[in-house]
């Protein structure tokens, strides 16, 4: 049934991840942890790591054009790239304006957003406003991350936790179906917990630049705060949309830790198999984490048009947030 409202309803996804493959047993040969301790605490067996020289830009090059090739889209068409994500390959230009260039869709506009691991969350609300408002028609939303360009290979606490890749969508003005709501926030004070404490203004560390800046995470904090917010903003997404949790096809969550992914699937009454799962292979992707696991449910066939789909991210700032759509 059709109506004057318009949604954004997303036309195609893609995703990339680079090559290099680091397993846990690889992390183990020169950090003191075991495959058994990663997996059993994060769900982790795996993760993919940029090669030297591979940006951000480049990973979110990859994933936007089978995105784009996926919608039907060429870049002629695209009137707004918006990027999620926390390790740009510059301070500036944004990462934004580099894939923009590198697809030839100059012209539009293109920026980036930062939210941490809720990136792509951030961007996939700020681009519904644009379409829903009318002034956009085709947005590029993309999370892209090489996260582990500031990780401490010695610090076994962080290092085994994340991984580099991107994920895209293209989302197009629709009156049928798409982006139901979505829900945004964050709470700046407990920024120590999770943060890179270095940057411009700031300064960097004498004699470092920006090399050797690391995450610092008080995990077991975040793990905390992750499963309480992430609890809350699922309950507030049904509410706001009028539904029972019983309605939703799948949880597309950001993918951090299992153990934040079974509680909140718990929270939701879903069994595991309406779950998207990717920690165990790529491991905690930051911004790209939510959309390359949506990408992989939809080209794998899990998840078909009409469905409604529930996607959760949260990340440091703190930032948390979530989208209720309908595929
Ligand atoms: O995406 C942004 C949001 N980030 C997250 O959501 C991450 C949230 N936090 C987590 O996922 C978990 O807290 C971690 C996976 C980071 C840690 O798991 P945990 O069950 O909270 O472990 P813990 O930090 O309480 O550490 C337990 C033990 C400690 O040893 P002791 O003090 O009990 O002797 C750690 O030193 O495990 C030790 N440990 C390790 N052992 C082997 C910590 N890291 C490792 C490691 N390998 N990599």
């Known amino acids: 049934m059709s109506s004057d409202r318009i949604y954004s309803r997303i036309a195609g996804t893609g995703s990339y991840l680079p090559e290099?493959?680091?397993?846990?047993?690889?992390?183990?040969?020169?950090?003191?942890?075991?495959?058994?301790?990663?997996?059993?605490?994060?769900?982790?067996?795996?993760?993919h790591i940029a090669a030297e020289g591979e940006t951000t830009s480049d990973l979110a090059y990859h994933a936007s054009v089978r995105a784009m090739e996926a919608a039907g889209v060429t870049a002629a068409e695209i009137d707004l790239i918006v990027v999620g994500t926390t390790t740009p390959d510059l301070i500036f230009p944004s990462t934004a304006c580099l894939l923009q260039h590198r697809l030839g869709a100059n012209g539009c506009g293109a920026f980036d957003v930062n939210a941490a691991c809720s990136g792509f969350l951030y961007a996939l609300s700020v681009a519904d406003k644009f379409i829903k408002s009318?002034?956009?028609?085709?947005?590029?939303?993309?999370?892209?991350?090489?996260?582990?360009?500031?990780?401490?290979?010695?610090e076994r606490t962080t290092a085994v936790l994340f991984g580099d890749g991107a994920g895209a969508v293209v989302l197009k003005a629709d009156t049928e179906t798409g982006i139901l709501s979505t829900h945004l926030h964050a709470d700046g004070g407990k920024k120590e917990l999770l943060w890179n404490p270095v940057g411009v203004s700031v300064g960097f560390k004498e004699g470092e630049k920006n090399a050797g800046v690391a995450i610092q995470m008080s995990g077991s904090d975040v793990f905390k705060y992750a499963v309480r917010a992430l609890d809350s903003v699922v309950d507030e997404t049904l509410e706001a949309n009028g539904l029972d949790k019983h309605d939703l096809d799948w949880l597309i969550p950001h993918q951090a830790n299992l153990r934040i992914i079974e509680a909140t699937a718990k929270r939701l009454d879903m069994p595991m198999d309406r779950v998207v799962v990717t920690v165990d292979k790529?491991?905690?992707?930051?911004?790209?984490?939510?959309?390359?696991?949506?990408?992989?449910?939809?080209?794998?066939?899990?998840?078909?048009?009409?469905?409604?789909?529930?996607?959760?991210?949260?990340?440091?700032?703190?930032?948390?947030?979530?989208?209720?759509?309908?595929?």
């Open 134 to 154: 009318g002034d956009a028609k085709t947005v590029l939303v993309v999370g892209a991350e090489t996260l582990t360009r500031m990780v401490d290979w010695g």
């Open 282 to 327: 790529h491991g905690n992707t930051s911004s790209g984490s939510v959309p390359l696991a949506l990408d992989q449910a939809v080209r794998s066939g899990q998840v078909q048009r009409g469905q409604l789909l529930l996607l959760e991210a949260f990340g440091g700032g703190f930032t948390w947030g979530s989208a209720l759509l309908r595929y």
């Open 20 to 47: 290099k493959v680091l397993t846990n047993d690889d992390l183990a040969k020169f950090v003191d942890t075991s495959d058994e301790w990663i997996a059993a605490r994060t769900g982790i067996r795996q993760r």
